[in-house]
């Protein structure tokens, strides 16, 4: 069974850059893609950021664009996403997820899902 943990989460003000990463253990052979969505409170859950493990290809919200990058590490199967220039409305609980397909990430439907990190972005 893969796990994904993920850290890096935590309070920034307005303008400021937080590193997220997500560590995918376990047979980590069998993912191609993994990625990042949010979450903020009475909000929907939708994705940030996506990335192919195989063939470094790479998909990005609107609203992130110019702002966040998303990264991996193959040697140690981790993603990283770099925020910067932070937005209070980029406050959320941000969520690593990973699928066998890249664009199973994308669509919004992995199959494993980590359990979070909050981001709070103060003005």
């Known amino acids: 069974q893969v796990q994904l943990v993920e850290s890096g989460g935590g309070s920034v003000q307005a303008g400021g850059s937080l590193r997220l990463s997500c560590a995918a253990s376990?047979?980590?052979?069998?993912?191609?893609?993994m990625g990042w969505f949010r979450q903020a409170p009475g909000k929907e859950r939708e994705v940030v950021a996506a990335i192919g493990l195989r063939d470094t290809s790479t998909y990005y919200a609107d609203f992130v664009k110019g702002r966040f990058t998303i990264s991996q590490d193959n040697a140690e199967s981790t993603v990283y996403l770099q925020m910067n220039s932070l937005r209070p409305e980029d406050t959320a609980m941000y969520y690593c997820a990973a699928d066998q397909y890249f664009n199973g990430v994308v669509d919004g439907r992995p199959l494993l899902w980590g359990q979070g990190t909050q981001v709070t972005v103060s003005s």
């Open positions: 376990r047979h980590a052979f069998s993912i191609n893609g």
